[in-house]
């Protein structure tokens, strides 16, 4: 017959003293666990219920930032939950990979983007044509120094301009949250879910 190990305050201390590190792994891997099964799991918004726009311009003032979030709900129709402003570092070897995985997941709405980087991504379809969403007469009357002609382009497999970005250097507005908008530009990304609700958030930010 098998003898029944007794368990001694002596012994349990010496299982716990050599195992220590056994236990304290099993708790992180479940804290990691729960973690990740709350990110996979946890309630997002429709993206038809709220506007995204990302930010490839560094670092911002986020009080500014959340004030205008606050200003554009105010403008969208009740059923809009939410518009998300998020600022990224300027797009580089680190940060294009990402930017390509929000595109292709329809993250993103309305994106801001460095000069030098906007008319590729133009190229490769990534944004729809805003002179059939947007009143460029209106725009044109407002910055008179705005010459739209420059902003119309031939992407690969169409045959007509059309305006896909627009420049921030006229919008005075974007002075207010750190950083010159002189090199930036701004569209709504081709396949947005919410393109009413973006346009009225893309006019917000050009109009300020």
């Not at 010159?180 to 990304?189: A, E, H, R, Y």
């Amino acid at each position: 017959m098998k003898e029944i190990v007794k368990i001694t305050k002596r012994r349990l201390k010496n299982h716990l003293l050599y195992n220590k590190w056994i236990y304290l792994a099993v708790i992180i891997l479940i804290v990691i666990v729960v973690n990740f099964s709350y990110i996979v799991t946890r309630p997002e918004l429709p993206k038809e219920n709220r506007v995204n726009i990302i930010m490839y311009a560094g670092i911002t003032d986020e009080d500014i930032l959340s004030k205008w979030q606050d200003e554009m709900l105010v403008l969208l129709p009740d059923d809009q939950r939410a518009v998300n402003i998020l600022a990224r570092s300027s797009v580089n070897a680190e940060t294009q990979s990402a930017m390509v995985v929000r595109f292709l997941a329809g993250e993103d709405d309305i994106i801001i983007i460095a000069n030098s980087d906007v008319e590729s991504l133009a190229n490769q379809s990534a944004f729809l044509p805003l002179d059939e969403y947007m009143d460029m007469d209106k725009l044109t009357s407002k910055y008179s120094d705005l010459n739209i002609e420059n902003y119309k382009m031939k992407i690969e497999g169409s045959d007509e301009e059309h305006v896909y970005w627009l420049p921030l250097a006229f919008s005075e507005g974007f002075s207010e949250i750190g950083f010159p908008p002189d090199n930036l530009s701004i569209g709504i990304v081709s396949n947005s879910s919410n393109v009413e609700n973006a346009v009225k958030c893309l006019e917000y930010l050009i109009y300020k």
